[in-house]
């Protein structure tokens, strides 16, 4: 068939970026324009522009037991979350109508509702949405032209309010790859370590008071292992972005002469979890699992001493890690009816205690945020409750006479 026809679709931007939660949320805008190159005369029937948007996901529910494989213990859903077409051409005649050789371009609006799902590619589901621009022709010797571009959803927030982090874990996984049990805090933020406390220094994930970056950046938290070690750690932000570096400064204070500490190390995790259809966060069909977005490890014996802290001695050392590695992009953090996405740090200490290897940890929850969080959210005006003085009232004694 002959392609005499070819698409250049510009958009003003690729991102939609609501401002708020999806119950709140105002609508936004995609827009840009269409261009069709004619290399001959051509046969056109109609130009159209479509967003849509699908959301779907298929796993097996964890929190069913059965010793055999059952059919009834699978879920899977797909559902079409947007669907809204513009038709920016449309021939009166049902032949098409001719269009010489040049350049033809057809400009397009499309509203996006507030109430949209953030976009999200997971190991067992997705929400993505996509723009596509199709030329109808007449001619059935002739190719139909289209052109299919990525959009992507996403929000910005209030971070304590909107997303809760990562929970406390009550026992130390095997590996990182599988998830430890877990349970929830609220612990305060206090300024002394506690060994029974793992989050003391962290603030509560139900906290309703408002954070703004300069709270959220950077993180102390310290943590006592009964006699064994303590661990003081700071992070240099709790905001990242989907492509930074991220460092972690970690200081040992060993509280036992038989502590012996072999080396030091850190982790990103990713916490994906996937809920069923009618089920919700606090039971029912569900699916999570850790993903490691990166990690560092290092013997003491080839870790750089961090000098001059202002928070640590110089017994202390440098970790960096970054937030997308290679083939390893990390997702934003999000929380709907369907997908949840949570980061956080495992900072890990190796030790020999009385002849005995073991492996001590802590969590250091973190935000990953779109680009436009610091490039936007903090560039907003900042309102103020302080009246303005009001004009003097009306009075027709003051106008001369």
């Known amino acids: 068939m002959l392609k005499s026809s ?31 190159h004619n290399k001959s005369i051509s046969k056109i029937k109609s130009l159209s ?10 796993f097996v529910n964890e929190n069913y037991e059965s010793p055999s494989f059952n059919v009834n213990n699978c879920y899977a859903s797909k559902s079409v979350v947007f669907d809204h077409k513009e038709i920016l051409y449309q021939s009166n005649d049902s032949n098409g109508s001719n269009f010489g050789p040049g350049v033809y371009e ?15 590619i997971t190991e067992f589901g997705k929400t993505e949405y996509k723009l596509k621009v199709v030329l109808e022709k007449a001619n059935i010797l002739s190719m139909n032209a289209t052109k299919t571009l990525p959009i992507f959803v996403k929000r ?27 349970e929830a805090f609220s612990n305060p933020l206090v300024s002394t370590p506690s060994p029974a406390s793992s989050f003391i220094d962290l603030p509560s994930a139900s906290s309703t008071q408002p954070t703004n970056l300069s709270e959220l950046s950077p993180r102390l938290v310290s943590k006592t292992f009964d006699d064994k070690i303590m661990l003081k750690m700071i992070t240099d932000g709790t905001v990242y972005t989907s492509d930074q570096k991220l460092k972690v400064s970690v200081e040992l204070n060993p509280l ?23 089920n919700s966060v606090y039971g029912g069909a569900s699916k ?20 001059k802290s202002e928070f640590f001695s110089s017994n202390s050392f440098q970790l960096e890690l970054n937030t997308s590695k290679d083939y390893k992009i990390v997702q934003l953090d999000i929380e709907n009816e369907t997908f949840k996405v949570s980061h956080y740090i495992k900072v890990y200490v190796i030790i ?35 009246e303005l003085d009001s004009p003097p009232a009306y009075s027709s004694s003051l106008i001369p006479i």
Do not use: Q
């Open 156 to 182: 910005i927030i209030e971070l304590d309010t909107s997303i809760s982090h990562p929970s406390i874990p009550t026992t130390e996984a095997e590996s990182d790859v599988e998830p430890p049990s877990f």
């Open 352 to 386: 020999d205690y009385k002849g005995k290897r073991e492996k001590l940890f802590s969590l250091i929850p973190i935000y990953i945020v779109p680009n436009e969080y610091f490039t936007e959210f903090n560039n907003l005006p900042l309102y103020s409750a302080s």
């Open 106 to 120: 057809y400009l397009f609006i499309i509203k996006m509702d507030g109430d949209l799902p953030a976009s999200v």
């Open 6 to 36: 070819r698409l250049d679709v510009i958009l003003h931007s690729d991102s939609v970026v609501f401002h708020g939660s999806e119950s709140n949320a105002s609508p936004k805008l995609i827009y840009g324009k269409v261009r069709v």
């Open 288 to 307: 999570s699992y850790l993903r490691i977005i990166n990690s560092v490890h290092k013997n003491l014996s080839v870790v750089e001493t961090v000098s």
């Open 256 to 278: 036992n002469e038989t502590t012996r500490v072999i080396s030091i190390g850190a982790v990103l995790n990713e916490r994906v979890s996937i809920y069923g259809t009618n």
């Open 49 to 58: 522009v479509s967003v849509t948007g699908v959301s779907s996901y298929g």
